[in-house]
């Protein structure tokens, strides 16, 4: 058999990987470190797919090659390397050379003629040769010993590129690519082409003529029309264009094949651990030991993935087991799969009169003495294992809340994704094996980032709170919902005939484009921009803007409203009532990047809260007979938060002398006593209080005050002048931001902003308002969470009746019996006000009620 060289093309990698992991990391010691990792991802996986003989990685060489020197322009369009990339460049390098891979740079020449070099002395030699690279321009270098492996998109995203790939692709040979390329041009290495010809008309005429020349040499007589003129006048470019984008096959580049073979990595496994990388360090070891298998003897966990047929076989295995495993993790998807530190089993799932295999419940149940046996077994998503089978387990390690925990604004918690990005082999016929590996990387990643607070102490437990509160659901009061929808569907049908009235004709108010028509084009209203479709914006700002000046607006808003409501709360809710007319919203704890929890089906944190109507629903919400609602809402949490990471000493005596925190900001501001603040004043000191430390435009205040920006602007200065604390930890979270690439909160959770060193106007000012604004907001989700833990801790050790039903922002709802609110209310003060000490007291205001509306 042929030995083998794998070649890379090193920038083209290295910009792919950084491309492709958008999600911040770091090292230690700040430096980031996401291209680091997925270069080493793509390096891996060659390694382990193609197990060469030999590798190298060839690098351009500064910005000067012959091709600057046949064309000024060549490249001059390509942005200079990105700051965080550049920072990674020296470090991808030095790893590279740890690992015994040797680096090939050549004055003059690009990584693509080095490549093209020695893929051709392969040809030579006999030496299969296959080149890792984005760049289509090497895909002129297939031969019959030469494939290119092509990176398309992301990490693992690759096609093998060969002759026959590249006939049935494009209907030319890998040589007449040069020739195409000097017709169409190439914008990414700013070569000309021919002005107008793209790669349809090129392809086309290298395959009917068969080259460049010969496509030139007959475009007067062949060709007709603008495409003739185009070939004769820029034949000169055209050739040029085809010399540039030729790549050099006799680059002066020594051949050193017995130089390139692989060796030992081990010179990198120390570095890697440094970089908090030692999940590559693991991997890049079993690549070592897999490309070297006399080297080291086989372990169990290599054995091949036992494929079980029924659940008493699942039943047995895991009994068997349970004594022996030291770890273990287990996953469900389509296949039930259990992988241990000794074995990896698989089983399918289906178990129904159409498929075979076992259902999740029997899989889970039969698993259950295995994970019971060993300490903190591995799953992935808990609360929803718990829904299927009924049972969470309270001590599981939990990877989906520990990939959130590490990041939370990462684009994708699939347990595949977060594999990849970890350096974690994707095991499709065991994917346990994957979650196993996976578990080990976010425990030693959770330690390092100082995130285990977050993850043991806050996310996890909570998880138990919101199973458990979603299976106890909020009572609904169906006659009320059926009331409320009767009144709601007679104000839109009124509305209806309203703006058909005001229009004079018939439209459907559900369709955009129709009522764009009608507004902008038939009765003439101002127009406002074009959306993608082509039409007038009819979106809820273009109608509040309008809807002083024009009554069909404001009609049209309401109506939205009304339809709104009664098809998200009113319709919904009736239908998802269970038998005992409850109704059981989910908590998703993996959504924001503030670490706030949302809900779905239903959504209860978006019911209008400060709207008649949003009260009517909520009058919908009751307690069962017998019991209360008790309503325990936080007190301007967010401001106490900020009054306490500001150290502002005039912030700070407002919450301990007790005072209304926006009357003594209006009297501060304003320079008047405390008594004489109106409440035009308060407002415009409230608007400011909530609004300063989001980054408050002087615009956007003077908006919601009905100041000019002259005056709002005034008055902010006026606000820092008194409150030079709130402004300095402005300033400081900016600056920390910036230097940490991340803002933190009291404990620990981290909101990555990767816009804050945005070239970009808009985008920069976006980190820069998270930088401010994430401790704060951040910090108060937290608490909320850990008040959560404490109030249904102190519930069961109580041995209450009453439970934890909802929460909403920073509101917590307790059905209990009325024998039991005292005691409640006790508990849910002592717990919710003693979860932290602040420099400031934090206070919860408490209420009572029948229904949900009654408690406001």
Not at 4 to 33: C, E, I, N, Q, W
Not at 266 to 294: H, N, T, V
Not at 327 to 348: E, H, Y
Not at 544 to 559: G, T
Request: hydrophobic share 40%.
């Amino acid at each position: 058999m042929a030995e083998k060289l794998v070649l890379l093309d090193g920038y083209s990698l290295m910009y792919r990987a950084f491309h492709a992991l958008t999600t911040p990391m770091t090292a230690p010691d700040g430096t980031p470190t996401n291209a680091v990792h997925g270069f080493l991802l793509m390096l891996f996986k060659v390694l382990q797919d193609e197990k060469p003989d030999a590798v190298a990685v060839a690098f351009d060489v500064g910005h000067r090659t012959f091709r600057t020197d046949l064309f000024d322009g060549y490249k001059a369009t390509r942005k200079p390397m990105p700051d965080e990339l550049r920072q990674q460049d020296p470090v991808i390098r030095d790893l590279i050379r740890r690992m015994g891979i040797a680096i090939l740079e050549k004055e003059n020449f690009e990584a693509d003629d080095i490549l093209g070099t020695l893929s051709l002395e392969c040809e030579r030699r006999g030496v299969d040769a296959v080149l890792v690279t984005g760049d289509r321009d090497a895909f002129q270098l297939a031969g019959e010993r030469t494939s290119i492996l092509y990176t398309k998109r992301g990490i693992s995203d690759t096609e093998r590129v060969t002759p026959k790939w590249i006939l049935e692709t494009y209907g030319v040979t890998p040589g007449q690519l040069i020739d195409v390329k000097g017709l169409m041009g190439d914008a990414s290495d700013n070569i000309p082409g021919v002005p107008g010809v793209g790669e349809k008309t090129a392809l086309r005429l290298i395959s009917e003529y068969g080259s460049l020349e010969r496509a030139l040499d007959r475009a007067d007589a062949d060709e007709k029309g603008k495409l003739r003129e185009r070939l004769l006048e820029y034949r000169e470019q055209a050739e040029l264009s085809k010399r540039l984008a030729a790549i050099d096959r006799h680059s002066p580049i020594d051949w050193a094949f017995d130089r390139w073979r692989i060796s030992k990595f081990d010179g990198a496994l120390g570095r890697l651990r440094e970089l908090g990388m030692a999940q590559s360090a693991r991997r890049l070891k079993e690549i070592q030991e897999a490309l070297a298998p006399a080297a080291v003897a086989e372990t169990a966990r290599s054995e091949p993935v036992r494929k079980l047929s029924g659940i008493e076989e699942v039943r047995e295995l895991c009994l068997a087991l349970a004594p022996k495993a030291k770890r273990v993790a287990a996953f469900v998807g389509n296949d039930f799969s259990i992988a241990t530190d000794r074995s990896r089993l698989s089983v399918p799932l289906g178990g129904d009169l159409l498929s075979l295999g076992v259902t999740r419940d029997e899989a889970l149940e039969a698993a259950l003495p295995l994970l019971a046996a060993t300490a903190e077994p591995a799953l992935y998503d808990v609360k929803s294992l718990g829904r299927v089978c009924g049972i969470v387990s309270p001590d599981a390690f939990d990877a989906l809340l520990a990939a959130y925990a590490l990041n939370p604004q990462r684009p994708s918690f699939a347990l595949k994704e977060l594999s990849e990005e970890a350096a974690v082999p994707w095991d499709e016929m065991c994917p346990a094996e994957s979650l196993y590996n996976l578990s080990l990387f976010q425990r030693e990643r959770l330690k390092r980032d100082g995130l285990e607070f977050v993850y043991r102490e806050i996310e996890r437990p909570l998880l138990n709170v919101l199973y458990d509160m979603e299976r106890e659901g909020f009572l609904i009061d169906a006659s009320v919902l059926e009331a409320l929808g009767r009144s709601f569907r007679a104000r839109i049908d009124e509305l209806e005939r309203e703006v058909r009235l005001l229009a004079g004709e018939e439209v459907n108010l559900k369709s955009p484009k129709q009522l764009s028509d009608l507004l902008f084009n038939r009765l003439g209203l101002p127009k406002p921009k074009k959306t993608s479709s082509g039409y007038a914006t009819t979106s809820a700002e273009v109608l509040e803007s309008l809807a002083d000046d024009y009554p069909i607006a404001a009609k049209l808003l309401e109506y939205r409203k009304y339809q709104k409501l009664d098809s998200t709360y009113i319709q919904a809710l009736i239908k998802l009532r269970d038998r005992e007319g409850r109704v059981h919203s989910s908590f998703d704890q993996v959504s924001t990047a503030t670490g706030r929890l949302s809900s779905n089906e239903p959504n209860l944190q978006n019911i209008p809260v400060r709207t008649d109507l949003g009260r009517e629903i909520r009058a919908a919400f009751i307690a069962r007979p017998g019991w209360r609602l008790i309503d325990a809402d936080y007190s301007q949490i967010e401001l106490r938060v900020l009054a306490h990471m500001s150290g502002d000493e005039v912030m700070q005596s407002a919450f301990l002398e007790g005072q209304d925190i926006h009357r003594r900001t209006a009297a501060e501001v304003y320079g008047v006593p405390l008594n004489e603040v109106a409440p035009a004043m308060r407002s415009a000191a409230k608007a400011v209080n909530f609004g300063i430390v989001y980054g408050i435009s002087d615009f956007t205040l003077a908006k919601n005050i009905g100041a000019s920006r002259q005056e709002a602007r005034a008055f902010m200065d006026r606000y820092f002048h008194r409150y030079p604390g709130v402004k300095r930890y402005m300033d400081e979270a900016i600056a920390l931001g910036k230097e940490r690439g991340y803002a933190r909160t009291l404990f620990g959770r981290r909101r990555y902003l990767p816009e804050i060193k945005s070239s970009n106007y808009n985008v920069r000012a976006f980190g820069e308002r998270c930088a401010m604004n994430s401790p704060i907001q951040g910090t108060a989700a937290d608490i909320i969470k850990l008040a959560m833990i404490r109030v249904h801790e102190a519930l069961a050790r109580e041995k209450l009746q009453a439970k934890l039903i909802l929460q909403v922002h920073d509101e917590l709802i307790v059905e209990a019996p009325e024998n039991e609110v005292g005691r409640v209310k006790a508990l849910l003060t002592e717990s919710m006000e003693g979860v932290i000490e602040l420099a400031v007291p934090l206070k919860i205001d408490l209420s009572v009620g029948r229904d949900w509306r009654a408690c406001k």
